[in-house]
């Protein structure tokens, strides 16, 4: 009777909430210098799904879907540093059914006292989407969100 008492509760919360959307949309870049390091690191994470949404491509085309991808990237992450744009190297996309990982670099990026992002990563696909971008630059370390109408952030170091 006991197990009952405890049972019926959780089971009626969890039918109430499975139907109530709970949607959000975000994105993680974490980007890296490391000391003795010329290379700028970046490493995004995305949902799958949300990503196959903005793309109009599935991931069971696995080559397609990596294209449309890079070109998605390429076209709403920008990046300034001490305020002259770089352009970054595409390296790889981690795939699997739940998440998507970008892996980008900036090579040779020298001393860096100031880094502007435009991460406009699905906010014209999604209205509450934010992409929390944190920063670890030869050992400071600082983060922003972007979200639609304010894709830009910038730190300075």
Do not use: W
Request: aromatic share 12%; glycine share 6%; charged share 20%.
């Amino acid at each position: 009777m006991r197990f009952f008492k405890y049972i019926l509760p959780i089971t009626a919360f969890l039918l109430i909430f499975s139907f109530v959307d709970h949607d959000f949309h975000t994105s993680t870049t974490k980007i890296e210098l490391n000391s003795g390091s010329t290379s700028l690191n970046f490493t995004s994470k995305f949902v799958t799904a949300d990503l196959e949404e903005g793309l109009g491509v599935s991931l069971q085309n696995e080559a397609e879907f990596k294209a449309a991808v890079e070109r998605y990237l390429k076209s709403n992450f920008t990046v300034k540093i001490n305020g002259v744009s770089k352009s970054y190297n595409f390296a790889s996309v981690q795939t699997s059914p739940k998440a998507t990982r970008l892996y980008f670099e900036i090579p040779n990026v020298g001393e860096i006292k100031s880094i502007e992002i435009r991460n406009a990563m699905l906010v014209n696909v999604f209205a509450d989407q934010q992409n929390f971008m944190t920063f670890s630059i030869n050992g400071k370390r600082d983060n922003f969100v972007s979200r639609k109408g304010n894709e830009v952030g910038k730190i300075n170091l």
